[in-house]
Structures are given as C-alpha cells and as structure tokens.
C-alpha cells in the first residue's frame, strides 16, 4: 500500500510529466568547421550541431541548430562553449559543409512561386546563397533521398560537384480512354515536336557508363498501375534510386548511367581524384526485401570510372557491405561487412580498401564470445560520418559491448581495438557524432541524463585512457531516477546446448526516493531480436519511473553486444530461450529488490510485443497487466505480407530462399514458436496499438490476436493509428499511445 500511495494517479499528472520531458531535445547530428588561427596565435573551431525536439502543441517535432566555439591549443581543449541560442530549422532535408567549410549545401523542402510542395537544392557561400535549384521543376529525376540507409550529399574534392541520390525518373502513365496519342515522347528541338515509340522494357537498359541528361519521359498507356517494389518499412517509395550530380557554376544537373540494372546505389561519395563515384549497392532481385534495420541485404562496394567508362565492383558479391568511409589522406577505404541474409543485424567486420594497390584487408574480424570487459566487436549499422585520426591511421568508432554504447579506436594497421572512454567516466552511453584533425564530438546520455554533447581530442596511440572530455551544454539530470545494470545466468536446465555458457543483461531503472513497500515493475524485452536496450535516455521508461514504477529493460540472449554466438543462440528458439530469459530475469530481480512480485506489468513493440504475448501466454497468472504495439503473434501467416518474410523462417530456425515456400511441416515449425497459440490461456488484460501503414508486422497480426482474445473472454482495447508505421512515431501516434500505456497499467496494478 505504501508504493501505491508513491505512483502517480491523475491522468493530468501524468500529461504534465510527459509534456516536461518532452522538453529535453535529442542530438541528430554535429559538423566541426575549419579551424582558424587568431592573431595572437590561439586556434579555434566552430562546432554546429542539430537538434530535434516534440513540441506536442504543434504536433511536430521541431528541428533546431546551435553553434558552438571551441578553443584550443596543443589539442587541448581551453574554452568551450555556445555561440548564442538555438534557432529552428525549417524544410532542411540534408545538409553537408565543402571540404574547405567555405560552402555548404543544403537540400530544402518547401513550396514554390505556384504554392506546391518542391525540393530545392541550395549551396551558401558563406553568409550568402548563390544557388538554388528546383529540382521537382527540373524533372530529371524524381524525390531526392534524405534517409540515412541511401541518403548522400557529397562534394567533390574540388568543390565544383554535388553527388546526391535521387529516385529514377519514371515514364509517366496515362488510361487506355485519356485523349492524345498512344505513347508519345516531346523533345525540345527547335519549335519541332516528334514523336517516339519505345517499349517498356527497354527503358532501363544502358549500353555505357557516362553521364546522361534526361530528356522528357514518354507517356506509357497500360502502365498506369503497374507496382513499384519499394525498400519497405521506412523506405516507402524509394524504388530505384539514382545518382545524381550537380555542376555548382552551370546548375547542370546529370543522372549518371551505367549502374547494373539489378542494384539500387546508395552511400556515395567522390573517388579521390574525382574521376568516379564509390557507392554501395544492393541487389533488388528477385524482388525487393525490406531493408531498415536489415543490414544483412546482399551488397557490395562499387565504382564508376566516369573517365573509363566502366562500373566494377570493389568487395565481396556474396556478402553485406554498408557504411564506407574514406579516409583523410585519400588512400584508404574503411567499410562494415557481414553474412548476407541470416539475422538482420549481427557482429560486423571492418574491411580495409587500398585505393592505390587494390586489396583489400580485414582490420576487425567478427568476435564470438568477448572476455569479460573486452571489446566484444562492432554492431551498428553507420559509422559516423567522418570517423578518422588526422594522420589517417586510426579509425573512432562506436559500438555495443553488452548494455551500453562505447567509443573504441581502431588502428587500421595492426588491428588493435581501444577503449575510448576513461574509466572515472560518467556510466552511460557514447556515441560519435564527428571527428576532424582529432577534436572528437560525441553525444552522452543516461537513463537519468537527456542527450548532451562533449568534445576531447583524441590522444596519442597508446594513451587513449588519457582523453579529457568538456560539456558543452549543461547536463540535466534527473535527480529522483536511479539505475544499474542487472548480470543474469539461466538456469542449467535453461542452457543453450549449441552455445552454453552465455549470459546477459537487463538495466534497471527505480525511483530514488526511498518506500516502505515495494515497487510496482513494468518489464520492457526489446524488439528484434536482435537489438538491444543501452543504458541511454529513453522518454518512456524515464517516464514511468517518475511516475514510481520501477521499469526493467532485458537483453536476452540473442541480443547484440554480447558475441555472435549470442546472436546466433536465439535461431530456432523464438518463443522459447528468449521468452525464459525474460520471466528469468524478472524472478532474479524480485529476489534482489523491493518490487511488489504481484503488481508486474509487460510493455513491448514488434518482437518485444511478440515475447510479452508469449510471456502472458506461458505464464498465464503472473503478470497484472499487458501492453504491445505492432507485436507479431502468427509467425507463418506473417511470411506473405511483411517485408521482412526471411525474419520469419530465420529466426525459426529455417533456410530462408527466395525461390521457394516453406514446406508443409515449417508452417507447423513456426506457428508453434508463435504467441497465437497459448492465447487461450491469457489471462491478463491486454492494450494493443497498431500502426495502419506498418509494412514491417502488418496490423493483421494484432488483430487476429484482439479478436482472439475477446473471444476468450480476455479484457483487451485496441488503438488504431492511422498514417503511422511500425515505430508509431508519429507526434500525436507517440503522445497517445504513452498516455494510454500509462493509464492502463495504472488501471490493473494500482486501481
């Protein structure tokens, strides 16, 4: 009774506290300017970041930058701090600063003189603009992508080009009964106008590599609803991207051709010499796979020679590349590599390109099991844009290890892995947002400390334990959330006999004031599987603590950060290792803190929400209360209408191929690793949040489970977000669904 007294009740209590958390902004992203000599010898850089924050009036979230100036002296830093407020951004897409920092490119999203949508293609010189480019009017080609997965604004290294990736021009479609002649093509020569025939299937074809200018597209009757295959959840619309170069004196604007029909480029940028473009490309047939938070997509690193005339590829075919990185002296490429299909995301390689001799080499392999507190290899998916020592010798990265993000170096010529961080360092999480002649800026934050940003310079090799990091903003942190990481070891009769002896992690998050009795929990299993929880600031569980739930957050084995072999343990056991690692975790925790074991709440999304039905499931009169968003519950009947039909014979344990179906016994394989199945005996009352554009679970799933349990007598609400996807991101989709998560595990452990 006395917890119950300490969590709060009112509903407007509890909009208040999510309107004040709302309030800490997210760091997105940081550039370092030129550096610059004063007149009395001191050195200095500027440092501009960008900021995105919820503003739940205008049911947005707001874009900001802020300035900053860093003094110093013998990579020391002396004096760090802001240059002034911040100041929103409006319709900025991308954004990227030349070489030199004299000019910076901006690809912009706003209305034209007519009032439609338009995107704009922008370079300043300095305080000034000196282009802008319509490139909707243009209709070279079609929107131009700003995700993170293609996305690309690159300068030339001699400032003269823009390389960005844009999606192919289509032919345009008109109806069989449209007036007008059957397929006509208008090309401006002289006041003449001629018409063309051309079939469809060759309008992909290319004989060459060069550059070429689009000429107006024939109409194309018969066509007019032919599918597109997009890149899936997150990547609707984007089909078959292009890349695209802007020359900055004449505004030309050129599509370059020759790519292999059967690649989609992306994460492109300028060879050292400017003759050609690097990129990576992934292959799209048979059919098109989803590919956010896949990185497992077959890949390679490509070049177009666009003086030689040729596309060659550069990596391994059969393999996943993504995120290279050049390096400042122009020699060497750096990218990530690891199995093709497979679990979508897994231990990476680092991979070492020779620009001048052609080999290739690896610099970090993958690592199977760390030793304990040892580097346990690289997860992520994006090196941070600019990740190189000045002597181009070592590369800064960060990466998982167990349940936080740390920063490593990484010496490109004998292999060796560092740590960054000193050890009286803040426990936290790390990531690197930029690096340039050494002077590091990266983004911190905790479960009880919003997001902010520090810089250092790196040391010396040998003396990284050394770096010395400054704030540039003030650290809020919240003074009444604590927390601590949790070991867990299954019980012997739980072990993996493939791979025994694994253990893992969940953190903890309590309030700190002080109860006679004990705290209501809410069990948080991360989706995936293979992800993670790190200890960073996170809005809902920081919520719902202050609220006075303890909130526990549990990586399971099969989550990243603790070895492949992790990662590959949890194959086949969907269902069942990763569902007993959650309840395992939760009884160890009630055995070491003050939590009320009869007021246990479950809260997860896709396969997070997939494990609390199982857990809800397989423990039918354990927990209190259930809330899942977009959860898979039907593994099979998931296989033809998701993006991802590999995640579901792969983490069945099954052989994923395009060519053919599951045989008749894998459909009983996967129905029975499913959530669907133990539904007649739920128990608990259930909130379900679906997405109705979520390509990645399709809402179906949910609702077969709602209708399920209602006919089993099961309490249940369903919210249905119109517009959102799979990550129900959208400002109004985010603020509700917290309120409603709020209310109703207040409504069954409290009321």
Same mark, same amino acid.
């Given at each position: 009774m006395a917890a119950a007294a300490q969590v709060m009740q009112k509903a407007q209590d509890v909009a208040a506290l999510y309107r004040h958390l709302?309030?800490?902004?997210?760091?997105?992203? /940081?550039? !370092?300017?030129?550096?610059?000599?004063?007149? $009395?010898?001191?050195?200095?850089?500027?440092?501009?970041?960008?900021?995105?924050?919820?503003?739940?009036?205008?049911?947005?979230?707001?874009?900001?930058?802020?300035? $900053?100036?860093?003094?110093?002296?013998?990579?020391?830093?002396? $004096?760090?701090?802001?240059?002034?407020?911040?100041?929103?951004?409006?319709?900025?897409?991308? +954004?990227?600063?030349?070489?030199?920092?004299?000019?910076?490119? =901006?690809?912009?999203?706003?209305?034209?003189?007519?009032?439609?949508?338009?995107?704009?293609?922008?370079?300043?010189?300095?305080?000034?603009? *000196?282009?802008?480019?319509?490139?909707?009017?243009?209709?070279?080609?079609?929107?131009?992508?700003?995700?993170?997965?293609?996305?690309?604004?690159?300068?030339?290294?001699?400032?003269t080009h823009l390389l960005y990736i844009a999606e192919k021009k289509r032919p345009k479609t008109k109806s069989f009964f449209d007036a007008g002649h059957l397929t006509t093509e208008e090309e401006e020569d002289g006041a003449e106008k001629t018409v063309k025939v051309r079939a469809p299937r060759d309008l992909h074809r290319s004989s060459h590599v060069g550059v070429g200018h689009c000429s107006a597209f024939l109409f194309l009757q018969g066509d007019q609803f032919v599918l597109h295959e997009d890149w899936g959840e997150c990547l609707v619309g984007k089909s078959v991207?292009?890349?695209?170069?802007?020359?900055?004196?004449?505004?030309? !604007?050129?599509?370059?051709?020759?790519?292999?029909?059967? *690649?989609?480029?992306?994460?492109?940028?300028?060879?050292?010499?400017?003759?050609? *473009?690097?990129?990576?490309?992934?292959?799209?047939?048979?059919?098109?796979?989803?590919?956010?938070?896949?990185?497992?997509?077959?890949?390679?690193?490509?070049?177009?020679?666009?003086?030689?005339?040729?596309?060659?590829?550069?990596?391994?075919?059969?393999?996943?590349?993504?995120?290279?990185?050049l390096s400042p002296d122009k020699c060497r490429v750096v990218y990530l590599q690891c199995a093709a299909l497979g679990p979508h995301l897994q231990c990476c390689q680092m991979l070492m390109y020779d620009w001048y001799t052609k080999v290739t080499s690896c610099v970090v392999d993958i690592v199977s099991r760390p030793a304990d507190g040892q580097f346990g290899g690289i997860y992520t998916s994006l090196l941070a844009p600019f990740c190189w020592s000045a002597d181009s010798r070592r590369v800064i990265i960060d990466t998982v290890l167990r349940s936080r993000q740390v920063l490593f170096v990484v010496d490109i010529m004998t292999g060796m892995v560092t740590a960054l961080q000193p050890q009286d360092t803040s426990p936290g999480s790390w990531k690197l947002m930029a690096a340039d002649r050494d002077l590091l800026v990266v983004r911190f934050s905790s479960p009880n400390c919003p997001p902010t940003v520090k810089v250092g310079f790196l040391p010396p090799p040998g003396s990284e334990a050394d770096i010395a990091w400054v704030s540039l903003e003030e650290e809020n942190r919240i003074a009444d959330i604590d927390w601590s990481y949790k070991s867990h070891r299954p019980p012997p009769e739980q072990e993996n006999p493939q791979y025994p002896g694994l253990d893992f992690e969940s953190i903890l998050l309590k309030p700190r004031s002080p109860l006679d009795g004990c705290h209501p929990l809410v069990v948080y299993p991360h989706g995936g599987p293979q992800h993670f929880f790190i200890s960073e600031w996170m809005l809902f569980p920081a919520a719902l603590c202050k609220m006075g739930f303890a909130v526990l957050l549990v990586n399971y084995r099969g989550s990243l950060g603790f070895g492949q072999d992790s990662v590959m343990s949890i194959l086949g056991k969907v269902g069942d290792q990763d569902v007993k690692d959650v309840q395992t975790a939760v009884l160890q925790l009630l055995q070491s803190e003050p939590i009320h074991p009869h007021k246990v /709440?479950?809260?997860?999304?896709?396969?997070?929400?997939?494990?609390?039905?199982?857990?809800?499931?397989?423990?039918?009169?354990?927990?209190? /209360?259930?809330?899942?968003?977009?959860? =898979?519950?039907?593994?099979?009947?998931? *296989?033809?209408?998701?993006? !991802?039909?590999?995640?579901?014979?792969?983490? +069945?344990?099954?052989?994923?191929?395009?060519?053919?179906?599951?045989?008749?016994?894998?459909?009983?394989?996967?129905?029975?690793?499913?959530?669907?199945?133990?539904?007649?005996?739920?128990?608990?009352?259930?909130?379900?949040?679906?997405?109705?554009?979520?390509?990645?679970?399709?809402?179906?799933?949910?609702?077969?489970?709602?209708?399920?349990?209602?006919?089993?007598?099961?309490?249940?609400?369903?919210?249905?977000?119109?517009?959102?996807?799979?990550?129900?991101?959208?400002?109004?989709?985010?603020?509700?669904?917290?309120?409603?998560?709020?209310?109703? !595990?207040?409504?069954?452990?409290?009321?």
């Amino acid at each position: 009774m006395a917890a119950a007294a300490q969590v709060m009740q009112k509903a407007q209590d509890v909009a208040a506290l999510y309107r004040h958390l709302c309030q800490f902004p997210s760091l997105s992203s /940081a550039s !370092i300017g030129p550096e610059v000599t004063t007149q $009395y010898g001191g050195k200095y850089s500027n440092v501009y970041t960008e900021w995105a924050q919820r503003d739940l009036d205008r049911n947005e979230l707001v874009k900001f930058c802020r300035q $900053y100036i860093v003094f110093h002296d013998n990579n020391t830093v002396v $004096y760090a701090g802001a240059c002034g407020n911040g100041s929103e951004i409006r319709g900025e897409l991308l +954004s990227r600063e030349s070489p030199s920092g004299a000019l910076k490119a =901006v690809l912009r999203e706003t209305k034209n003189r007519s009032g439609e949508e338009a995107q704009f293609l922008e370079v300043w010189d300095r305080n000034r603009k *000196v282009k802008s480019i319509n490139l909707t009017a243009l209709e070279k080609h079609g929107k131009v992508y700003e995700d993170e997965q293609f996305g690309s604004l690159s300068w030339s290294h001699s400032e003269t080009h823009l390389l960005y990736i844009a999606e192919k021009k289509r032919p345009k479609t008109k109806s069989f009964f449209d007036a007008g002649h059957l397929t006509t093509e208008e090309e401006e020569d002289g006041a003449e106008k001629t018409v063309k025939v051309r079939a469809p299937r060759d309008l992909h074809r290319s004989s060459h590599v060069g550059v070429g200018h689009c000429s107006a597209f024939l109409f194309l009757q018969g066509d007019q609803f032919v599918l597109h295959e997009d890149w899936g959840e997150c990547l609707v619309g984007k089909s078959v991207p292009a890349l695209c170069v802007l020359d900055i004196e004449s505004g030309n !604007i050129s599509v370059l051709e020759g790519i292999p029909a059967d *690649v989609s480029p992306g994460q492109a940028f300028w060879s050292p010499d400017d003759t050609g *473009v690097l990129f990576v490309g992934w292959w799209h047939s048979p059919y098109h796979l989803g590919l956010k938070y896949c990185a497992n997509r077959r890949s390679a690193l490509f070049f177009v020679d666009l003086t030689g005339g040729k596309c060659e590829t550069l990596s391994c075919d059969s393999s996943a590349v993504f995120s290279p990185r050049l390096s400042p002296d122009k020699c060497r490429v750096v990218y990530l590599q690891c199995a093709a299909l497979g679990p979508h995301l897994q231990c990476c390689q680092m991979l070492m390109y020779d620009w001048y001799t052609k080999v290739t080499s690896c610099v970090v392999d993958i690592v199977s099991r760390p030793a304990d507190g040892q580097f346990g290899g690289i997860y992520t998916s994006l090196l941070a844009p600019f990740c190189w020592s000045a002597d181009s010798r070592r590369v800064i990265i960060d990466t998982v290890l167990r349940s936080r993000q740390v920063l490593f170096v990484v010496d490109i010529m004998t292999g060796m892995v560092t740590a960054l961080q000193p050890q009286d360092t803040s426990p936290g999480s790390w990531k690197l947002m930029a690096a340039d002649r050494d002077l590091l800026v990266v983004r911190f934050s905790s479960p009880n400390c919003p997001p902010t940003v520090k810089v250092g310079f790196l040391p010396p090799p040998g003396s990284e334990a050394d770096i010395a990091w400054v704030s540039l903003e003030e650290e809020n942190r919240i003074a009444d959330i604590d927390w601590s990481y949790k070991s867990h070891r299954p019980p012997p009769e739980q072990e993996n006999p493939q791979y025994p002896g694994l253990d893992f992690e969940s953190i903890l998050l309590k309030p700190r004031s002080p109860l006679d009795g004990c705290h209501p929990l809410v069990v948080y299993p991360h989706g995936g599987p293979q992800h993670f929880f790190i200890s960073e600031w996170m809005l809902f569980p920081a919520a719902l603590c202050k609220m006075g739930f303890a909130v526990l957050l549990v990586n399971y084995r099969g989550s990243l950060g603790f070895g492949q072999d992790s990662v590959m343990s949890i194959l086949g056991k969907v269902g069942d290792q990763d569902v007993k690692d959650v309840q395992t975790a939760v009884l160890q925790l009630l055995q070491s803190e003050p939590i009320h074991p009869h007021k246990v /709440a479950l809260c997860g999304g896709s396969h997070g929400g997939f494990l609390s039905c199982h857990l809800i499931g397989q423990y039918p009169d354990f927990y209190k /209360a259930c809330v899942v968003r977009n959860p =898979v519950t039907n593994i099979p009947a998931m *296989v033809g209408s998701t993006d !991802i039909p590999d995640w579901c014979l792969v983490e +069945s344990g099954l052989t994923f191929s395009y060519q053919a179906l599951p045989e008749a016994p894998h459909w009983g394989d996967m129905l029975n690793k499913s959530p669907i199945i133990y539904v007649s005996k739920v128990k608990t009352p259930v909130l379900l949040m679906l997405g109705a554009e979520d390509r990645r679970v399709p809402n179906t799933q949910g609702l077969e489970y709602y209708k399920a349990l209602r006919a089993h007598g099961v309490e249940a609400r369903l919210l249905w977000y119109p517009g959102n996807n799979h990550s129900l991101d959208k400002m109004d989709a985010e603020s509700d669904s917290f309120m409603n998560i709020a209310l109703w !595990i207040l409504k069954h452990l409290e009321g």
